[in-house]
């Protein structure tokens, strides 16, 4: 039996980068895509905080995407091999996901347009600023965030940029890029061509979101 089952939709969404860190590390796993009708019937009742994903180990069953993925990533090799490069790991993954992604899905879902089109640009200056500062800052020699190499940090650049930015981007109208930020940029190439993450990009299942 698989030591994880990971509940979500049928979608990449919020369970993506908890896909990727298992798919990186090479850990089986049961890959849950319920219903809105299952999520709703039998499963919603078996997350700790109501919300997809969650996580079904030996232990139980645990919630919060980032705490679903900061654990797989230290147990399975990609969270840091130092407290300080934990930290610094996720130093990386709140700004990306918190201060940069977030922003963005959050006026994505804005329904007034006029306060969407405003919101969608205060997101776009506010992640150029912070992509400055990760690409001058936060890079390694090793050609990821953390000198030891491939760490979860760098699989949320790369969900950011594959998965959840040009769906927030395309609704917005603003277009954000990793072509000002070459160390990014290559941080996102080594993890593309990282074959464990290629083959999962290949063989994963198709959804818009
Ligand atoms: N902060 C939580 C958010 C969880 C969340 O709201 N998930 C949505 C799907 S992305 C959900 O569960 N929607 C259905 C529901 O709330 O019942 C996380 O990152 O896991």
Redesign the pocket.
């Known amino acids: 039996m698989a030591p994880y089952t990971l509940t979500?939709?049928p979608?990449k969404?919020?369970?993506e980068i908890a896909r990727l860190v298992l798919a990186c590390a090479g850990v089986e796993y049961d890959d849950k895509r319920v219903t809105?009708q299952d999520?709703?019937s039998t499963e919603?009742s078996k997350?700790p905080?109501?919300?997809?994903?969650?996580l079904t180990t030996d232990y139980g069953n645990f919630?919060?995407?980032?705490?679903?993925a900061r654990y797989l990533a230290n147990k399975h090799g990609l969270g840091g091999k130092s407290d300080e490069e934990r930290l610094k790991a996720d130093m990386v993954v709140e700004t990306l996901k918190l201060d940069i992604a977030q922003k963005f899905m959050t006026a994505h879902f804005e329904k007034d347009e006029e306060r969407k089109k405003t919101m969608g640009n205060e997101a776009r200056d506010k992640a150029e600023t912070l992509l400055g500062l990760l690409n001058s800052n936060c890079v390694s020699a090793s050609g990821f965030f953390l000198d030891s190499g491939i760490s979860w940090a760098d699989l949320m650049l790369f969900n950011i940029f594959t998965d959840l930015l040009p769906l927030a981007s395309a609704s917005l109208g603003v277009t954000l890029t990793l072509d000002n930020y070459p160390r990014l940029k290559k941080v996102y190439d080594n993890v593309a061509e990282e074959p464990k993450v290629k083959k999962w990009i290949e063989i994963r299942p198709q959804s818009q979101f």
Request: aromatic share 18%; charged share 5%; net charge positive.
């Open positions: 979500y939709f979608a969404g919020a369970a809105g999520w709703a919603k997350s905080t109501g919300g997809a994903p969650f919630s919060q995407s980032l705490a679903i």
